[in-house]
């Protein structure tokens, strides 16, 4: 089975930077992507990218702000976040699909998850 680990996650200004990777163990993906979950909230969408990286997509209030990237012979994939705000602090959770879908925003539509990783940002 495919595993997701992800790190990089931790407690950050506002203002501040992160990077938060995400490493693939034991197989490869088609689409991957970030989602976050907050605190009383529902689990929502950040970032994805294709298998080869020449699509990405973006949450609005992460456009201009966060990059997504991958390294598929590395297996490794990262999200890279700048001018990060107190309403991006999150469980931040990679996710990847083998399937082929018309968008990659969609949850459901991910068959593997990380474990999750803490983001903070302090105002």
């Known amino acids: 089975q495919v595993q997701l680990v992800e790190s990089g996650g931790g407690l950050v200004q506002a203002g501040g930077s992160l990077r938060l990777s995400c490493a693939v163990f034991g197989g490869t993906f088609n689409a991957m992507g970030w989602f976050r979950q907050a605190p009383t909230k529902e689990r929502e969408f950040v970032a994805a990218i294709s298998f080869d990286g020449g699509t990405t997509d973006y949450t609005h209030s992460a456009m201009g702000r966060f990059t997504i990237s991958r390294d598929n012979a590395a297996n490794m994939m990262w999200l890279h976040m700048n001018s990060l705000k107190p309403e991006d602090t999150a469980v931040y959770y990679c996710?990847?699909?083998?399937?082929?879908?018309?968008?990659?925003?969609?949850?459901?539509?991910?068959?593997?998850w990380g474990q999750g990783t803490q983001v903070t940002v302090s105002s």
């Open positions: 996710a990847g699909r083998r399937g082929i879908y018309s968008t990659m925003r969609t949850a459901s539509t991910f068959d593997s």
